[in-house]
């Protein structure tokens, strides 16, 4: 049976259970596992931290186990927050034109990309940089674990990603952008040209080899040669990475993203590398 294990935990020294009506908690979800921050509101702070592992999950059914232990084991989403926003990470998501949304037509854009499964549940995001809507689904099992919890919301995990790139090469005034999220079985690549999304897409993958083989296949695409790009890199990858490794022989330019500037981080932090949840301190950005 799937089950849980908690890996990280910190709260700055200000942080108190019973001011929660002045944070923001943000919480990304996925097969992995768990992962949530603090937010406080009244100093554009972040002030706490905790991830959980989730072991033997292998679909969207089994994460309910140990997704039910982890909201049975944290007293604190009991707690009423101005905000509660929940990120599902998962490869079925779709961009739509402003001009061509309609609310009542979810599933018919969903379903341009991927197949109808029984337990989905449609929703949006609205993409405020692009003009565009992200059209996902959620299933309903996972829906429905939240219901009890005050002031949640739910947004696909690619929306801040992609928000976050167009604003970044926006404030930069950079031509050509190339954002890479990396998670353990998957990548996300964002190309942002003249500050206009260019590319989104999501990548499965099993090995290193797999991950490079895709990436210059869709830089290829992009008519960007290897020795001529830059890459942001974020996720789950750092320097000691295979990954990283297997980039570095073809690709001219690593960097890691930086944090949102705009916002602090509390002292607190300094024990985790921030890129690696970077999709996660970026939710603050949906709307």
């Given amino acids: ?48 931290f905790e991830s959980f592992l989730f072991n033997d999950v292998y679909n969207d059914y089994s994460i309910l ?3 039910n232990q982890v909201i049975e084991q944290t007293p604190l989403f009991k707690k009423s927050f101005s905000k509660f926003v929940v990120s599902y990470v998962n490869n079925r998501s779709t961009l739509i034109p402003k001009p061509l949304y309609k609310a009542d037509e979810l599933k018919k854009y969903h379903l ?20 565009a809507y992200n059209i996902y689904s959620i299933p309903d099992f996972i829906v429905n674990t939240f219901k009890n919890i005050d002031n949640f919301t739910f947004h696909h995990f690619s929306t801040a990603l992609i928000e976050a790139s167009l604003l970044h090469a926006k404030k930069s005034s950079a031509l050509s952008l190339i954002d890479v999220h990396v998670l353990p ?23 290193s ?7 210059l296949f869709v830089l290829n695409q992009l008519n ?8 942001r890199l974020t996720g789950e990858v750092d320097k ?29 932090f300094e024990q985790t590398q921030k890129h690696y949840h970077y999709a996660l301190f970026n939710q603050y950005l949906c709307e």
């Fill in 224 to 231: 960007t040669k290897g020795n001529e790009a830059t890459i």
């Fill in 1 to 48: 049976m799937a089950s849980q294990q908690k890996q990280t935990s910190f709260f700055d020294k200000s942080f108190s259970d019973t001011k929660t009506s002045d944070y923001q908690l943000f919480l990304q979800l996925s097969k992995s596992g768990l992962s949530y921050t603090i937010f406080n509101t009244q100093t554009n702070t972040y002030i706490g």
């Fill in 185 to 207: 079985q998957s990548f996300q690549i964002i190309s942002v040209k003249n500050q206009t999304l260019e590319l989104y897409n999501s990548f499965n993958y099993q090995t």
């Fill in 112 to 131: 341009f990309n991927f197949a109808e499964q029984e337990e989905d549940v449609y929703l949006s995001d609205f993409v405020l940089n692009l003009s």
């Fill in 209 to 215: 080899e797999d991950f490079i083989y895709y990436l």
């Fill in 65 to 67: 186990n140990p997704l």
């Fill in 240 to 268: 000691n990475s295979a990954i990283y490794d297997m980039l570095y022989k073809y690709i001219q330019t690593i960097e890691f993203c930086e944090t949102p500037n705009e916002l602090k981080y509390s002292y607190v």
